[in-house]
């Protein structure tokens, strides 16, 4: 992409809404734009990473054995009557009426609709286990929306529902989603710990939020340090494997940690001094078994092996993406601006050109952006017309894991300069020795 040709309205001054550092930087930045209270529109930088995170979410829902489907945004009231949750929910849900004077609403989660289509198609145990997910926008309520997409009124949400048979199979559907977690959290570079959590409105008794260690965190936490240096699960992990699944879950819940609703001062103060983690945290997913609370009501029944009826065992399980883009800032970041970790950047090389119009600049710069795109490199190439100062102030706002730079002195030598944005570090290296040196 060039960046001429491209659209990012970044931001030079800092603006004053902001009040956490992932706001201000997704708004300098040119990520997104704000319509209304909480209420977002993504530019393309900022789409680029959400779509990234998305990527992501999906390989591991795919590998732990969800099935993708796409369910609407807005809902019918009647769903919600089911199962007593339509006066339930309160103020947090936006409340529609359509023209023939139906109720509707936009979605703030979907466990009714998912258990109506559920219902609809399944009828026997041989069908299970069944998990299915969507990636969706959500509208909440929120009384208050703050910190640009970190706490929105629309937000983007992975949300899973599994299906089972009995609480044992719903358990290991449970645990499949934690190790899935841990895996994608960790990918984008993030350590998230799994926290006892309440279950809130959506009820049941088995919950886990994953929390991400941040001063500006909403969430305080409580946690024994050591889960900071914990192995994440393998990409082999065997999702089939129960007793296996059931280790790695096992493990990951052995020591202390729970958020503040969950907080037992007593337990926590028995761990030695040099362990405890008393912080602030964002939550970042969350996890819930709840057994038959909707699929009682609803009548979302399976044929069991003993030619009975049982209404089925049900989980859901919560990732917010359009959360994680300034979650991952907080997390990611220094005076000069964001730093992306590889795996979620929106390109993975800027490449600037220190003299546009310059034969020999445009010329090398032009071959190293076909020879970085063939070679499967996102590029956005700085072709403007602007200082090099500001062009280097703009390539560290935005974040890219790497710089090239292309300037006529270097170049007199065939060099250019390659920075790894996240150290710092420069070096001189031959035209012909770029691409390698991104590996
Ligand atoms: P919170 O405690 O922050 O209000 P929640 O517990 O109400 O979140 P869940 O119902 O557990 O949220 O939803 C699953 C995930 O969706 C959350 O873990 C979070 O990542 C994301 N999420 C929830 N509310 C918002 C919001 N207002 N803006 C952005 N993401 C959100
Ligand atoms: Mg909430
Ligand atoms: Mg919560
Ligand atoms: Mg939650």
Redesign the pocket.
Known sequence: MRLSRYFLPTLRETPREAEIVSHRLMLRAGMVRQQSAGIFSWLPLGLRVLNKINAIIREEQNRAGAVEILMPTIQSADLWRESGRYEAYGKEMLRIRDRHERDMLFGP?NEEMVTDIFRTYLRSYKDLPLNLYHIQWKF?D?IR?RFG?????E?L?K?AYSFDLDKESARHAYNRMFVAYLRTFARMGLRAIPMQADT?P?GGDLSH?FIILASTG??EVFCDKAYLDFDTPAAETDFEDRAGLQGIVDAWTARYAATDEKHDEAAFAALPDADKLSARGI????IFYFGTKYSEPMRAVVTGPDGKEHPVHMGSY???P??LVPAIIEASHDEAGVIWPDAIAPFHVALLNLKPGDPATDGACETLYAALGAAGYDVLYDDREERPGAKFANADLIGLPWQVIVGPKSLADGKIEMKRRATGARELVAVDDCLARLK
């Open positions: 989660t909440r929120e929306p997409t970190m706490r929105s009124r937000f949400m949300d809130g959506i939020e909403e969430s939550e970042v997913g969350h919560g990732i917010g359009s959360r």
